[in-house]
């Protein structure tokens, strides 16, 4: 998401990067040329973007490639820590020298705002999405937190550790390299503890929460609105009604301002077609009626984390001159993460992307590693760039394919051109194509969509 600075990551790949070639002897990588750019990183968020829409559009089709409904881990539960882990890779590169923190400071500020700000747009509920012409959002129902927020989080908390936390020692050995970003790692290892530390310490008392007329399926309830009370009085749950990210994000954002349709409501207790949505069983708890935020302010200090790692494995690539080292230093970190996740998970720690669990950033930060170092491998380490080429289109245009298909508003701004009823579009058209392919009414109907819940 920080495409803006591709300039800058050019003029650093042009000193750092080593090319593919091996020297006479074959000892190793000779460096590279001028105008030598890191393709891997932009073919590595290309792929990131693919894998959002295909889930996104196919998710409704297929529930089993969506985000698991609550524990548990899935190809959709990837792509967020994938985003995350990008921007750290690229800050390590953009900030790698800052003559001026005041101004570093000062820019990744304001670029911390528009990505914020360009969220609540996109995701706040301004855009009704498809099936409706219309837009606009009323601010006592306004969310506030969503994919882009959580990604300017990131940005901005590992934007500050790289302009103002790092030594400026040479790195010729692998403790002149720790010396070097110690204080960084020291400030993940903090927002691990503290999301650690109130996840389990925190007391979770009763809540309320209002059920309105017309409910989740669009079924009618009582005359009015409803309030049910969900009976908690514990500390360290991770289910569902009483976790402490829920706890803290009803405390400081408020019920009004988080995400309507969790993805909760999929789970057995919720639907009687889980892992699909569908209606409420006979004996469903309350709270599968209640808003949830899995982008919310707790589970967003735990994301954060996964910038760090990506930051980790920018200092290798700018640190680090030979291929092979990078790569085998790359490979060791992330398998490290991968055996820790695995660990915590087997210990009780589930993995769970609605809360961002310490086990399920490990993982899928070490997923992440594995799938750049292998990208890395044969795109600027082989040169095998040109099958590559739309994905790298993709990676470059990273925001802009965003919020044009992953939030609609390409489909919507076509669908508003229609024949004498909205209805008779070219957007219904082709959906309608796809569901008699597919043999399902849910294509393109994703059961989290990452801006909007469509109608």
Not at 42 to 67: K, S, W
Not at 99 to 124: E, H, M, N, Y
Not at 171 to 197: E, M, N, P
Not at 449 to 455: A, G, N, P, Q, V
């Amino acid at each position: 998401m920080v495409e803006e600075n591709r300039s800058d990551i050019e003029s650093e790949l042009a000193k750092r990067l080593s090319n593919s070639k091996l020297d006479g002897a074959g000892n190793g990588p000779k460096a590279a040329d001028a105008k030598q750019r890191l393709k891997s990183l932009d073919i590595f968020r290309g792929l990131t973007v693919a894998l959002m829409i295909l889930v996104d559009d196919a998710g409704g089709v297929l529930p089993t490639i969506n985000h698991s409904p609550w524990n548990g881990v899935t190809i959709a539960d990837f792509v967020m820590p994938f985003f995350l882990f990008i921007v750290g890779v690229a800050l390590a590169l953009v900030y790698k020298n800052v003559s001026d923190k005041v101004a570093a400071t000062q820019k990744a500020i304001l670029r911390t705002i528009k990505i914020f700000i360009l969220g609540i747009i996109l995701q706040g509920g301004y855009f009704h999405g498809l099936d409706s012409l219309s837009y606009g959002v009323d601010l006592v129902h306004i969310r506030w937190f969503g994919v882009l927020q959580r990604i300017a989080i990131g940005y901005f908390l590992a934007a500050m550790c790289e302009i103002w936390l790092t030594s400026n020692g040479v790195v010729d050995s692998f403790l002149g390299f720790a010396r070097k970003y110690c204080i960084q790692w020291v400030v993940a290892v903090l927002l691990s503890t503290l999301y650690v530390g109130c996840l389990y310490g925190l007391y979770v008392p009763d809540w309320q929460f209002e059920v309105p007329a017309i409910n989740f399926h669009g079924t009618s309830l009582n005359n009015g609105s409803t309030m049910h009370t969900v009976k908690c009085g514990l500390r360290g749950s991770l289910g569902p009604p009483c976790n402490a990210v829920r706890m803290i994000d009803y405390s400081v954002l408020g019920v009004n301002h988080l995400y309507q349709h969790p993805v909760y409501k999929r789970t057995k207790e919720c639907s009687v077609n889980s892992p699909d949505y569908g209606p409420l069983p006979s004996n469903a708890p309350v709270w599968c009626q209640a808003p949830f935020d899995p982008e919310g302010l707790l589970s967003s200090i735990m994301a954060s984390v996964t910038c760090f790692i990506g930051l980790h494995f920018g200092h290798i690539l700018v640190n680090f001159k030979d291929h092979r080292e990078r790569i085998l230093n790359w490979i060791i970190s992330s398998l490290v993460l991968i055996l820790f996740g695995i660990f915590l998970d087997l210990l009780g720690m589930p993995l769970n992307k609605a809360l961002y669990t310490f086990s399920y950033m490990c993982i899928t930060s070490g997923a992440a590693g594995l799938l750049f170092s292998a990208i890395y491998f044969f795109v600027d380490m082989s040169g095998y760039r040109r099958p590559m080429v739309l994905l790298e289109w993709m990676g470059l245009n990273a925001l802009l394919i965003y919020a044009l298909a992953a939030c609609d508003l390409f489909a919507a701004a076509i669908q508003g051109f229609y024949w004498k009823t909205p209805q008779n579009n070219v957007v219904t058209v082709v959906e309608a194509l796809f569901e008699a392919v597919v043999h399902s009414k849910r294509w393109g109907v994703s059961p989290q969509d990452l801006c909007h819940k469509r109608k």
